[in-house]
């Protein structure tokens, strides 16, 4: 039996989301290969097991051959439990601390997809400093704050997210100057760094990635999202939101998006799993980068396990695979 501590909830906006993740990932480990120790983080940052408070967590943790880390976000998704993990040598599932917390950051992924060379949206990054904004230039300079210096070099509509964010939290689109400047103030509620990057009129599609052997891409899907762009609600609210496997796109598309989402991960030296985001632009079909999410929702009806069943790998087995890569170091 491979004790398995399947840790979940954690401090960030995705608690609940977690929650649902771990449920599913719960239900379906095989009892017969493993013992499960069900690991609950409450919103305020205290360890649970099975309910009861953990008095001693390195020595909780200790016990346990590995670990499933089924967190998004803050705290979980963004390498500092994988630190925690690393540092006292327990094997666990997914990105290391460097591609969680790169992965975790849109302002440092775009940086990196950058340097890959990876197709993205325009952008400029910002930072709030006390109530004042700066614009930090590609130089990593800071410079005055001004929203004319935005709206010349990226048109609208413009997207404005909290650097370190999940499941569209703080996420909003503006379409003139005084939605912008609300947009820029509301991302800065959530986090002091700020990505503020051009809309692009697209189609969204994932495509999931899975590391073993070799780093495999599964096919890719698209999100038909119920609202105008694919906001929290949208995501959890809205049964009206769909997904449709494969992608309504041509076979060319999805190679090359199967492709770029290999390239990313590597690019972020991911490891284990992850779900890369793309838009393909209406009209001219370019491909975008969004983003990697390293810690992907997990649920049995989510986007990544859902990628892979499509090719014939079914939840039960992904979840194998990853654990024996976790334990096997791989
Ligand atoms: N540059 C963009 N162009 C068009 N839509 C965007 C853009 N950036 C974000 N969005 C919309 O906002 C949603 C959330 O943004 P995203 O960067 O994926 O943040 P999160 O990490 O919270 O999922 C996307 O799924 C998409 O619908
Ligand atoms: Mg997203």
Redesign the pocket.
């Known amino acids: 039996m491979i004790k398995i501590g399947v840790v979940y909830g954690g401090i960030s906006t995705e608690h609940d989301v977690s929650e649902m993740s771990a449920k599913s990932v719960i239900e379906n480990l095989d009892n017969e290969k493993y013992e499960i120790h069900n690991i609950y983080i409450n919103k305020y940052g205290k360890w649970f097991e099975d309910d009861k408070q953990i008095d001693n967590l390195l020595w909780n943790l200790k016990e346990l051959d590995v670990v499933f880390p089924v967190l998004h976000g803050k705290g979980g998704e963004d390498g500092t439990i994988q630190g925690l993990l690393e540092m006292m040598k327990i094997p666990y599932v997914g990105c290391g601390v460097l591609a969680s917390s790169v992965g975790m950051d ?1 302002v440092y992924s775009k940086i990196i997809f950058e340097k890959a060379k990876i197709p993205q ?1 325009p952008y400029v990054y910002i930072k709030k400093v006390e109530e004042d904004y700066i614009i930090i230039n590609e130089n990593f300079e800071e410079e005055e704050f001004d929203i004319d210096k935005i709206t010349e070099q990226l048109k609208f509509p413009i ?1 404005v ?1 909290p650097s370190n ?5 703080g ?1 909003k689109k503006a379409t003139n100057i005084e939605e912008l400047k609300k947009a820029i103030q509301y991302a800065g509620q959530y986090d002091t760094k700020i990505l503020v ?4 009129d ?1 189609i ?1 599609v994932e495509c999931a990635i899975l590391d073993g052997e070799e780093v495999i891409a599964s096919t890719v899907g698209e999100i038909l ?1 119920a609202e105008e ?2 906001s929290f609600d949208a995501k959890y609210n809205m049964p009206e939101s769909k997904t449709l496997i494969p992608a309504n796109i041509t076979e060319e598309q999805i190679k090359e998006i199967r492709q770029l989402a290999i390239k990313a991960f590597k690019a972020i030296d991911g490891k284990g799993l992850s779900r890369v ?1 793309f ?1 393909v632009e209406k009209g001219t079909n370019k491909i975008y980068i ?2 990697i999410n390293t810690m992907p929702g997990f649920t049995k009806i989510s986007m990544y396990p859902k990628l892979f069943e499509a090719v014939g790998i079914s939840y039960s087995e992904l979840l194998d695979r990853l654990i024996e890569n976790a334990v096997n170091n791989k």
């Open positions: 849109k949206a997207f997210k964010s999940g499941s569209s939290v996420v990057e051009q809309g692009i697209s969204e999202p762009f694919y985001d838009f969004n983003e």
